[in-house]
């Protein structure tokens, strides 16, 4: 199994479109929150380090990453967004479980994407060890949420 060696978080903010004019929803589980408010971060700081305005970054918390569907979509038709972040982190046990949440979670935000008129970002981590989720979201491997929020940025552009 072929596993990160190094921080893939890293961009060149020349090749990021100005996210001045954009707003952006991050929807955020509260399950595992350590994890999930490390991505959390990691996402808001990289909008606002490619310029979106701290008032245009607006955050709803759900329970779970289940939940994350159903959040995403009632922000989608409350809020006036051009894109929407999914925040979770869902740990291996020793049940079945992990894998009926992360496949209905990742089916979900896809379906999203197929219904919706703004992208929804997975950004979802989907660990083995509390210590992968640690090392991703702000650990050496860096941070998906800041991965997450350049994607949220190049595909709020793309749709406009």
Not at 9 to 17: E, G, N, V
Not at 33 to 53: H, N, R, V
Request: glycine share 8%.
């Amino acid at each position: 199994m072929a596993t990160a060696t190094k921080n893939l978080s890293a961009y060149d903010k020349t090749t990021i479109p100005n996210a001045e004019k954009l707003r952006f929803g991050i929807v955020v589980s509260e399950w595992n929150s350590k994890i999930t408010e490390g991505l959390y971060q990691g996402a808001k700081a990289a909008l606002l380090d490619c310029g979106a305005i701290p008032e245009n970054v607006l955050r709803w918390d759900v329970p779970g990453s289940f939940e994350l569907t159903y959040g995403c979509k009632k922000m989608a038709q409350t809020l006036d967004v051009d894109a929407i972040i999914a925040i979770g982190s869902v740990i291996q046990g020793e049940t079945k479980h992990f894998d009926f949440v992360c496949s209905a979670t990742a089916q979900g935000i896809k379906d999203l994407n197929v219904i919706l008129k703004v992208p929804v970002i997975f950004c979802v981590l989907t660990d083995n060890t509390l210590q992968q989720a640690i090392d991703r979201s702000g650990g050496k491997h860096g941070n998906k949420g800041a991965e997450a929020a350049i994607a949220a940025i190049k595909m709020a552009v793309l749709g406009n």
